[in-house]
């Protein structure tokens, strides 16, 4: 069996979300079959050493998932782990040292290069390696960085290609959405309606300019007005009607200057009801979630991954799509932003996201 693949060590109660977020990701670049990430999947009927030996074997990186708490994890006795000779991310890192395979430290959220003071005898050549770092608030980028590395060292595996022969449809990847129309395109027939109405208000006021045809015989007041004596309405002016909103006024006198007719044409959109927990997905990963507090057409957000609050931000709705107009990450000067389009009355949302200049086809899931 060739030697190509990427051995993932790590501790589950230091870097244990981040590393499985991160192997995820190696999987859809390299395949799954060249990701060892967990003893617990190694091949069985041999004991942990040989496992673990038979694994490096066949790989040709370690990555050394390194997180705040990677020396200070004890075992039931109080001692640090990493001192111990059972350990197993000791035995994994230090045997990936004798075999001279690539070992490369990541350093997790923050967390520093340990020295070589603090490291046993066999692990201290782990603290003269050049390290990357991956910090929950830059993920995308500092993934992205890391896989440049990676792929000098492991071929990534080869895009299957297929053919169209039409009829046929990607169902692996919900689509994205149409863009949103243009303010002109979404209001021309009200700007064309108040234009003509514009245009007879102006004829109704100045009847000079437009003259009654003379050879048309029209009625006089007189003929126009039959009044019969018996029934005359009596005055109404004091007594309230049964609705309790009085009589009907004249809205010449109620509101002279005429913006009865501009109020009855003003749209009031409705927005859907978005706001709470939602899960988003990138590229068909769960990688966070958003809390959404809805204000109307307008809303606030706080964005979370593992639980770690990362960022924050606005947006607006509008014609169906949820729209970010500010989006900071925590420690992160890059630009972040969303769109997502809902069909069904805001209970699915398919879009994509943002970071600087990668976009990622994504969408929403209600917790």
């Known amino acids: 069996m060739s030697a190509g693949k990427i051995f993932i060590s790590y501790r589950r109660e230091d870097t244990s979300g981040e590393s499985g977020r991160l192997k ?5 670049i390299f395949g799954a079959e060249n990701i060892f990430y967990d003893v617990e999947t190694l091949e069985a009927g041999l004991n942990f050493d040989e496992s673990i030996s038979k694994a490096l074997t066949e790989s040709k990186i370690l990555l050394a998932m390194i997180g705040p708490h990677w020396l200070k994890i004890t075992d039931g006795e109080g001692k640090p782990r990493i001192q111990k000779t059972n350990d197993w991310v000791r035995k994994e890192i230090g045997l990936a040292l004798h075999k001279n395979i690539r070992v490369i430290p990541i350093l997790v959220n923050g967390a520093q290069m340990p020295d070589s003071e603090s490291l046993p005898e066999d692990l201290r050549e782990l603290s003269l390696k050049h390290a990357q770092e991956i910090s929950s608030s830059r993920w995308n980028y500092d993934v992205g960085e890391l896989i440049k590395v990676l792929e000098k060292i492991v071929p990534p595996k080869k895009k299957e290609t297929v053919l169209n022969t039409g009829n046929f449809q990607n169902t692996s990847r919900p689509p994205l959405p149409p863009k949103p129309k243009s303010w002109w395109a979404k209001n021309y027939l009200w700007v064309l309606g108040s234009f003509v109405g514009f245009l007879l ?25 039959v009044v019969d004596p018996e029934n005359i309405i009596p005055d109404q002016e004091s007594k309230p009607s049964n609705s309790g909103q009085g009589s009907q006024a004249d809205p010449r006198v109620v509101n002279p200057n005429g913006t009865e007719i501009y109020n009855s044409l003003t749209l009031k ?15 068909d990963i769960r990688s966070g979630y958003f809390q959404i507090v809805q204000e109307g057409a307008r809303f ?7 639980n770690v609050h990362v960022g924050s931000g606005s947006g607006y709705f509008q014609d169906g799509y949820l729209i970010s107009d500010k989006f900071i990450m925590k420690d992160n000067p890059e630009t972040f932003g969303f769109s997502f389009y809902s069909e069904d009355q805001g209970k699915t949302w ?8 990668q976009t990622s086809p994504a969408y929403l899931v209600k917790n």
């Open 24 to 28: 995820d990701k190696l999987e859809q």
């Open 201 to 225: 208000l102006v004829g109704l006021c100045n009847p000079e300019e437009y003259p009654l045809e003379p050879s048309i015989d029209y009625p006089t007041q007189e003929e126009s007005i």
């Open 269 to 283: 959109e409705t927005p859907f009801e978005f706001g709470g927990k939602w899960w988003l997905y990138e590229n």
């Open 300 to 306: 606030t957000f706080n964005y979370y991954l593992f």
């Open 350 to 357: 398919l879009g994509q996201t943002y970071a600087g200049q």
